[in-house]
């Protein structure tokens, strides 16, 4: 079997017993590349020459000695580009290092590329991408989720080992499960920002995609804890995420919100999902349905919110100091005017406006300040479950991959496709998704197991119990 | 008709602060261009803010000092609006939740221009209110060059400090003597520098006016970006006289936003920012909001010092001094420590104030550290003055010597032979010198023409090359010429 | 889904001045659209009951967390204006700005 579909774990033995080298490793990995992501295109940037240099002097006795991770194109890497899959961003080289970066080069691990993603990590498909969309592994035909896509498909294809994604309303979790691989977005504030362009501030969390729950709470461990340059960082340094691994969860209390199983949920996803309850009642959990009164207005809240943040993120972008300038301007205003409008695609446009018209005057009360203070009402709801439950568990996603091309002039039908990943960043908790079976069509569901703040280890604990007795998470998409 | 003018204003000031408000890149003027950047603050991809500590202390300590109510809670907004010299196209500033609320500075009357202090605005003691204060980040400073502009982001958030007044003032010295004390208060505080030349003060006036006894305001117009406190009292007096001259001709006045050009003494209105009123504030998420109870006020109290007031006044109980003494002194703290600390070895803080303010600040302008005598060097070269062993001229003198090598006084005078000539004896024998020479100025004083005994004591000051007290040479003479 | 008839009418042209996009005839119509499909949407926030809300950052418990006044590394002028579109002397050059 090739290098390639190793996790981290394997990776780590093979590469401490000298077994394989950290070039081999990488070498194995552009093979799979060079054989695959024509037809996938889950990256955007490679840096073959860099990897193989930082593999030739790689020190295998740290953490993450000599293991590539793949990088969602949104997060700094000094030197690099970093282009979000803007046209607005081309040709844009930073000149820093996110902490997230710092922290796995510290680790040891090695840089291999840069993952496609909807534009600014807005979008649910990585169908917003100026260079282009990526694929599904497992039906080439669909989308593999977003706007983490590219790094989940990369995962899913074999193609990274592992890969750090960003969520800020499913976009870590909604692609892991399109392309049945796992995805954790850490609780709000347990991971640095610092380096990671904003999408919207208060949402957004790096995150890990992996093959294996293990693999995502060891990367975990490497990228968490405090940053003095991220002021809504938490202050305190990140625990062992993994010491609960392999604890049973027997006697564990696990909520089912009874808002999540209305309408609009594709039925094969449904089963699945009740069959994943009966797996975790057959490991001893006791399953409980809880309610969340809120969720309907999830929704809603969250693209409030969320565009209102962008409008202001995203204003930076203006061909002035970096970037994109639309040549051939005549003035300051039709520069600002063309560079944007060339520079954005339709659905980063579409959020600009909406947030900016929420938050313009007369009517930030009824938009803005209305929103976040249902945004308090959500978190509430998560607060009283959780005195009746360790964790929560749902679907990730109401439906699976859906096909290319199918919801992206329908932007509420797009949006409605994060109705169960939105809460919890809404809410600032942590949530995991891993495979939990196929439809007919061969296409991966997932699981979202969903913990209150700083609980990582619990989603985990749970999501590893499911995972080590199932064997969903050793299928592979059907790409030779 | 008689008008009123109705001005308030907005005073932004760059606060003393090692780094910029929400990154480590040093708050430094004047440094090669780009120099002093970061990501942060050049507003690249990712970057985040974190606060600086210090500017939101010194801006409690502002509060503090100009009676403001610190806020408990306050909080950072985002202000949205596309200008090149801001690099990520909104300011972090403060909307509804600042640092400081409200406060008050009264206006002192030294604090008014020269020719305006003995008018009765000047005496009136009037008392001006505050809104706010609260903590912003500045912007880039931008060049305009032939067919496009540059921007230098070496300024760009380095932390700026806005107090907005009421509308409480009425004229142009009012402005003027706002705008003195405030600046005052802050070097009381060591929170800024406020040197003009380098931008450190920027005000945005607003003005209108309105028949003298009405109560609602006319329509305001505002000026903004002055950069000197005279510039402003020229400002406003252009823009009132313009205002009332077009109100009593029957005109009205348009809501306008302009610049003011010093070099031709008038105001431009702007033709951008005017659209740009929807500023779209919001919370900044990058940002938590700050509590101010606890470690951060306990700092600002700490560094509290005695306000240019209260020092004023015990100046004068304390040394006997005059208002003006006081009040010169008071404008340079570290001279008045000086001062103080050289009073407690003289018997004579009255002299001792009268060389510091005469012959003190004289040297001071064009030596470089005349701080450098001891103190009690100072204090003793007052008391050989106020004792008579040195007449003033002498005092200088030797104040000069001890400029350049700090010894007691009393030796410099002796050596340089610079003690008056204090043996009675010695000075009568001059004076019959110089009445023997000057008969005609004798018959004079004698004819009852009292100015006549200056010549005379001219002639003794002349022989004894100035050693002499002219007040004991005055009383020696007129005895003499009284002797029958 | 509630997808009830749109209420709320958008000046899109201004909205999309404000964040300084050009945006064609054809955008203005098909975004103005979708905003309000949107915006009619967000409206059933209405029905939530937010009265005492306590908003994030307001709790009990709030630690500050400021950073010391001490000075970090900064980009050298060459990496700062690295990316710049357009520079000369050491400045970014941008449209001129008119006041
Ligand atoms: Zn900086």
Redesign the pocket.
């Known amino acids: 079997m090739s290098i390639a579909f190793a996790t981290i774990h394997e990776l780590r033995k093979q590469l401490l017993a000298k077994e394989v080298h950290p070039k081999e490793v990488v070498e194995s990995l552009l093979d799979r590349i060079s054989s695959v992501d024509s037809r996938i295109k889950a990256y955007n940037y490679l840096h073959p020459e860099r990897a193989l240099e930082s593999a030739e002097k790689a020190d295998v006795s740290l953490p993450l000695g000599g293991i590539p991770i793949a990088v969602k194109d949104l997060i700094s890497v000094r030197g690099e580009p970093c282009t979000c899959s803007s046209r607005l961003l081309e040709g844009y080289i930073a000149p820093y290092d996110a902490t997230v970066i710092e922290r796995l080069r510290a680790a040891g691990a090695i840089l291999l590329g840069r993952t496609n993603m909807d534009e600014f990590a807005m979008g649910s498909s990585t169908e917003n991408s100026a260079w282009g969309v990526t694929r599904n592994p497992w039906d080439l035909s669909r989308v593999p989720g977003g706007s983490s896509g590219g790094s989940a498909a990369a995962v899913a294809a074999q193609e990274a080992i592992a890969a750090l994604g960003s969520d800020t309303g499913g976009s870590i979790r909604q692609p892991a499960a399109f392309c049945g691989c796992v995805g954790l977005k850490p609780t709000y504030g347990r991971v640095s920002r610092y380096g990671l362009t904003a999408f919207a501030s208060s949402l957004d969390q790096i995150g890990p995609l992996t093959k294996t729950v293990a693999d995502a709470g060891l990367l975990l461990e490497i990228i968490a804890g405090a940053d003095p340059r991220d002021n809504t960082c938490e202050p305190e340094p990140a625990p062992s995420f993994s010491t609960k691994l392999g604890e049973e969860i027997r006697g564990m209390t696990l909520g089912v919100p009874k808002e999540y199983f209305v309408s609009g949920m594709d039925p094969e996803v449904e089963a699945a999902m009740q069959k994943a309850i009966a797996h975790l009642e057959g490991l001893g959990a006791i399953l409980r349905e809880i309610s969340l009164p809120h969720t309907p207005y999830s929704i809603a809240t969250y693209y409030l919110v969320a565009t209102a943040e962008a409008s202001a993120n995203l204003a930076r972008f203006d061909g002035m100091r970096y970037g994109r300038r639309a040549p051939g301007c005549n003035d300051l205003l039709e520069t600002y005017g063309r560079t944007r409008d060339e520079g954005f695609g339709r659905e980063v446009k579409r959020r600009i406006l909406l947030g900016t018209y929420s938050l313009s005057s007369g009517y930030y009360d009824a938009y803005y300040l209305r929103a976040q203070k249902v945004r308090m009402r959500i978190r509430e709801d998560f607060l009283t479950a959780f005195r009746d439950c360790q964790a929560i568990v749902t679907p990730t996603s109401p439906m699976p991959a859906f096909r290319l091309g199918e919801r992206t002039e329908d932007p509420l039908q797009m949006y409605l496709a994060d109705i169960f990943t939105i809460a919890v960043n809404l809410a600032g908790l942590c949530a995991i998704s891993l495979p939990c079976g196929f439809t007919q069509a061969g296409l991966p569901i997932g699981l979202q197991i969903i913990g209150p703040m700083r609980k990582e280890e619990t989603v985990l604990q749970v999501g590893y119990a499911y995972e080590q007795s199932t064997s969903w998470h050793t299928l592979r998409p059907p790409l030779g | 008709m008689t008008y009123e003018a109705v001005i308030g204003l907005e005073v932004h000031v760059q606060l003393k602060t090692a780094t910029?408000l929400f990154?480590?890149?040093r708050n430094e003027f004047g440094a090669e261009p780009n120099s002093?950047?970061?990501p942060?603050?050049?507003g690249l991809p990712g970057a985040l803010p974190v606060p600086n500590e210090a500017a939101v202390i010194q801006t409690i300590l502002t509060g503090l000092m100009m009676g403001s109510s610190i806020r408990p809670r306050a909080k950072f907004d985002r202000k949205n609006y596309f200008y090149p010299d801001m690099p990520k196209n909104y300011q972090i500033s403060q909307y509804d939740q600042p640092l400081c609320l409200g406060g008050e500075v009264s206006l002192p009357v030294l604090a008014f221009p020269k020719d305006a202090q003995k008018e009765p605005q000047a005496l009136a003691g009037k008392k001006v209110r505050l809104v706010r204060i609260h903590l912003e980040e500045d912007v880039g400073k931008s060049f305009h060059l032939e067919n496009c502009s540059g921007i230098d982001f070496n300024r760009a958030?380095t932390p700026l400090m806005e107090i907005v007044t009421e509308a409480d003032l009425t004229t142009p010295e009012e402005a003027f003597a706002l705008l003195t004390t405030i600046r005052e208060i802050l070097r009381y505080g060591k929170v800024s520098d406020v040197d003009m030349e380098k931008g450190q003060l920027r005000c945005d006036v607003n003005i209108s006016v309105r028949p003298v006894g009405t109560e609602a305001f006319g329509t305001k117009r505002e000026i903004k970006n002055l950069n000197s406190i005279s510039a402003v009292r020229r400002a406003l007096k252009h823009e009132i006289q313009s205002q009332i001259e077009l109100v009593s001709s029957g005109g009205t006045v348009v809501q306008e936003t302009l610049r003011w050009d010093d070099a031709r003494g008038e105001t431009i209105p702007m033709r951008t920012k005017e659209q740009a009123h929807d500023y779209r504030y919001f919370p900044d998420p990058d940002l938590l909001p700050i509590r101010t109870e606890g470690r951060l006020r306990t700092e600002a109290e700490r560094r509290m010092p005695e306000l240019p007031e209260t020092k004023k006044s015990r100046l004068r109980e304390t040394y006997g001094l005059s208002e003006y003494q006081a009040s010169v002194l008071a404008s340079d703290p570290p001279l008045a420590d000086y001062f103080e600390k050289a009073a407690r070895s003289t018997r004579n803080p009255l002299t001792l104030a009268n060389l510091t303010l005469n012959d003190y600040l004289a040297l001071r302008q064009d030596s470089p550290d005349p701080m450098s005598i001891p103190p009690e060097y100072f204090g003793q070269l007052a008391d050989l003055v106020s004792d008579g062993t040195l007449n003033s001229r002498q005092g200088r003198e030797v104040l000069a010597i001890l400029i350049q090598a700090p010894r007691p006084p009393k030796e410099i005078a002796q050596e340089r032979g610079l003690t008056q000539i204090s043996d009675s004896q010695v000075l009568e024998e001059f004076c019959r010198e110089a009445i023997a020479a000057n008969p005609k100025s004798v018959a004079d004083f004698k004819g009852g023409k009292a100015a006549a005994i200056n010549s005379l004591k001219g002639f003794v000051m002349k022989k004894t090359r100035g050693q002499a007290n002219p007040q004991r040479i005055h009383e020696l003479l007129e005895s003499l010429l009284r002797e029958p | 889904m509630d997808h009830s008839v749109p209420t709320v009418g958008i000046d899109v042209a201004y909205v999309a001045g404000l964040a300084r996009l050009r945006l064609s005839p054809e955008e203005i119509e098909t975004f103005g659209n979708q905003l309000e499909q949107v915006l009619a949407y967000v409206k059933k926030l209405e029905e939530v009951d937010v009265q005492d809300v306590v908003l994030a950052g307001e709790e009990k418990g709030f630690q500050n967390r400021l950073r010391l006044d001490l000075a970090l590394p900064?980009l050298s002028p060459n990496e700062a204006l690295e990316n710049a579109p357009q520079q000369r002397g050491g400045l970014f050059l941008v449209p001129r700005i008119i006041e």
């Open positions: 910029k990154c480590g890149c002093r950047v970061c942060v603050c050049l958030g | 900064e």
